[in-house]
């Protein structure tokens, strides 16, 4: 993309209710403008990294065996209403009527509708297990949206659904999603946390919240230094789901919520981390608190009838880019990991008009994006300082600077945004070195 023609409608004062980084760098660096209280544009450049964060949590689940789909974001109260949740959800839920007078919901969530859907096509336990996701938008209309996308009112999740024929199967299908996120937000640059969780309005008997360590996280968390290095789990074997499970979830780790201080203070004090965190996804095991009241049953293989054990999976993916930010940046702006940059590389020209120069740019242009990096070349005709600090705003996460002085000798100048390194090299080598560093990432 070339910049001079893309919209990147960058704002040179921060907006005083901005009170943290990633606020103040999203409306800064054009990724989002706030329509109203917690209802945002997605720019180009955010609405980039929210589909980059939204492909990797569809790639996760896929690879955890979810099948994905689509469900409408209005629904119909009824659901609600067979589950008792219409009056039980309170002001978050906005609620609509049609023209006939009927009662319509913008949905916060969606285990009644698809719980309807499932029990009217699923009879037989021959048809279980099955996990269905969604990743699609809720509106949730919070008492305090603040903190840019990290608590809108309308935001995107992927929600998960899983149908099985008895608890241990249920269970199973707990797990598989638990390593999913660990898997998904090892793979957006992200050390989240596994936190045993309260249940809340979902309800049921087993909870887990992931939360990221940030200083500006809303949870309080008290948890086992070594949770937050360990590595991400990769593929697990279905046999052995539960003991990594369990391996997992032994050290201490909860939010204020389920904090119980006595246990805490048997971690050995210079591992006891307390800190602030943000909740970045939500993973219930109910059983049948929703297919209890809507009579979702299967025949089991005795040919008795049983309701059908469930459970829910969300992902905040539009909290994740305000969180992406919150753990990964400095004073100068956004540093983008790899996996969600919204363009691989930035190309920046200190001379348009330079014969040479131009040519160069355009030859690194022309080469970077046949190697698919998705460069974006500043090809504006602005002072080299105001350059530099656009890009580092936006946070690519590779600068290739490009003058006059260093081409007469045939170099360019490498920037690793991450690490402010600067390396001086031949355009060809700039090309070589950014393509091998997406390459070692694949
Ligand atoms: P919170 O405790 O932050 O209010 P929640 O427990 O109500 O979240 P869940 O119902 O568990 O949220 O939703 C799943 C995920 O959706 C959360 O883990 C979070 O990442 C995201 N999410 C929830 N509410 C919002 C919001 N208002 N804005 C953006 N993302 C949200
Ligand atoms: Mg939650």
């Not at 509106?139 to 899983?162: H, I, Q, T």
């Not at 040919?303 to 400095?330: F, P, T």
Request: proline share 5%; with cysteine.
């Amino acid at each position: 993309m070339r910049l001079s023609r893309y919209f990147l409608p960058l704002l040179k004062e921060t907006p005083a209710d901005a009170t943290i980084a990633s606020h103040r760098f999203m409306l800064r660096a054009g990724m989002v403008k706030q329509d109203s209280a917690g209802i945002y544009i997605w720019l180009p450049l955010g609405h980039k990294v929210l589909k980059k964060i939204e492909q990797i949590v569809r790639e996760e689940q896929n690879r955890a065996g979810a099948v994905e789909m689509l469900m409408p974001t209005i629904q119909s109260a009824n659901h609600w209403k067979e589950t008792g949740r219409y009056d039980a959800y309170g002001p978050e839920m906005l609620r609509i009527k049609d023209r006939g007078d009927r009662e319509l919901l913008y949905g916060p969530t969606n285990e009644d509708m698809i719980t309807d859907m499932f029990r009217s096509f699923v009879r037989s336990y021959k048809d279980l297990p099955q996990c269905l996701y969604h990743i699609q938008w809720k509106f949730r209309d919070e008492r305090r949206p603040r903190f840019g996308v990290m608590r809108g009112r309308e935001f995107l999740m992927k929600d998960a659904y899983s149908f099985d024929i008895d608890a241990d199967s249920a269970k199973q299908a707990y797990y598989r999603q638990f390593m999913a996120y660990l898997n998904t937000f090892a793979r957006l640059g992200l050390k989240a946390v596994p936190m045993r969780a309260d249940t809340g309005p979902i309800g049921g008997d087993l909870s887990h919240e992931f939360l990221i360590l940030a200083e500006t996280g809303e949870s309080e968390v008290f948890c086992h230094k070594d949770l937050v290095d360990m590595a991400a789990p990769g593929e697990v074997a279905d046999d052995a789901l539960e003991a990594t499970f369990k391996e997992r979830t032994a050290l201490y780790a909860r939010t204020d919520e389920m904090h119980v201080p006595e246990d805490f203070a048997k971690v050995p004090d210079d591992k006891q981390l307390s800190a602030r965190g943000i909740e970045v996804g939500h993973i219930f095991y109910f059983g049948d608190k929703y297919s209890a009241p809507m009579k979702a049953q299967v025949t089991g293989a005795d040919g008795k009838n049983v309701n059908i054990q469930m459970g829910s999976y969300g992902v905040g993916v539009s909290r994740l880019v305000g969180g992406i930010i919150e753990a990964s940046h400095d004073e100068n702006g956004i540093i983008w990991p790899k996996s969600v940059a919204p363009f691989g590389a930035g190309i920046i020209n200190l001379k348009l008009g330079n014969e040479e120069v131009d040519a160069a740019c355009e030859g690194i242009y022309a080469k970077l994006s046949k190697a698919g990096i998705d460069p974006l070349y500043d090809d504006k005709n602005d002072r080299g300082g105001q350059k530099f600090a656009r890009m580092d705003l936006i946070g690519l996460p590779y600068q290739i600077v490009v003058g006059p002085r260093g081409l007469k000798n045939g170099i360019v100048e490498v920037k690793t945004r991450a690490t402010g390194k600067r390396q001086e090299m031949s355009p060809q080598a700039a090309i070589n070195f950014i393509t091998a560093e997406y390459e070692s990432e694949a």
